[in-house]
């Protein structure tokens, strides 16, 4: 059973840099052709897509998010990262990590079956 | 990019009664590649539905789905008290797969 753990600082000061880390257990990020994916909840408010990344690279943004966003892939770590670059109050928010159910044959299944708890993320002075 | 848009915003019923909740999508969803979520406070998202209406492991057969192209539906036949709650709706077939904006039910 995959399981998916979000770390974080909790706490970013506006105009920073927000690093969070997902870690996998139960499974390895390079099998099956899995899309590791970064979701987002502001509080009080509905879930946000801000992408996703393959091990081998493959990367979506949330268009409103890209020139910020980048998502990579540590295969040494078994884990997967979002950094948020030149962050604002509106980036307050629950952020989870969540792993799709990758391809069989030439079909894709991109729904998100497994889903860290979350981790609150903070933007403030 | 696929916009999707939910109706109602809440809905509020009594337990026993049927919920109908609404996901329009901008375009055509690419293979009906559409899931739909429960979340409840203080939790993750739940799959429901994927593929517009098949459910996903452990749902209960209360919930379906239906619908295609453009215009989806999650049916609850009749509610539980733990299935009060919020719903999104999502599209998989072409990225950026973005979530519509949620439906409450809500005790009436």
């Known amino acids: 059973q995959v399981q998916l753990q979000e770390s974080g600082p909790g706490l970013v000061k506006p105009s920073e840099t927000l690093s969070l880390t997902c870690t996998v257990s139960g499974g390895s990020v390079i099998s099956g052709s899995y899309y590791w994916t970064w979701i987002r909840q502001p509080p009080g408010k509905g879930l946000e897509y801000i992408g996703y990344s393959s091990y081998s690279g493959n990367t979506n943004y949330n268009p409103s998010l890209k020139s910020r966003v980048t998502i990579s892939v540590d295969t040494s770590k078994n884990q997967f990262s979002l950094e948020l670059r030149s962050v604002t109050a509106a980036d307050t928010a629950l952020y989870y990590c969540a792993r799709d159910e990758g391809c069989s044959g030439d079909r894709c299944y991109r729904y998100f079956q497994y889903w860290g708890q979350g981790t609150l993320i903070a933007v403030s002075s | 990019e696929i916009v999707l848009t939910q109706s109602p915003g809440t809905l509020s019923l009594s337990p026993g009664e049927r919920a109908t909740l609404s996901c329009r999508a901008s375009q055509s969803v690419n293979s009906n590649y559409l899931a739909w979520y429960q979340q409840k406070p203080g939790q993750a998202p739940r799959l429901l539905i994927y593929g517009a209406s098949s459910r996903a492991t452990g749902i209960p057969d209360r919930f379906s789905g239906s619908g295609s192209g453009t215009d989806f539906t999650l049916t609850i036949s009749r509610l539980e008290p733990e299935d009060f709650a919020v719903y999104y709706c999502?599209?998989?077939?072409?990225?950026?797969?973005?979530f519509g904006q949620g439906t409450k039910v809500e005790i009436k």
């Open positions: 999502q599209q998989y077939g072409s990225p950026p797969r973005m």
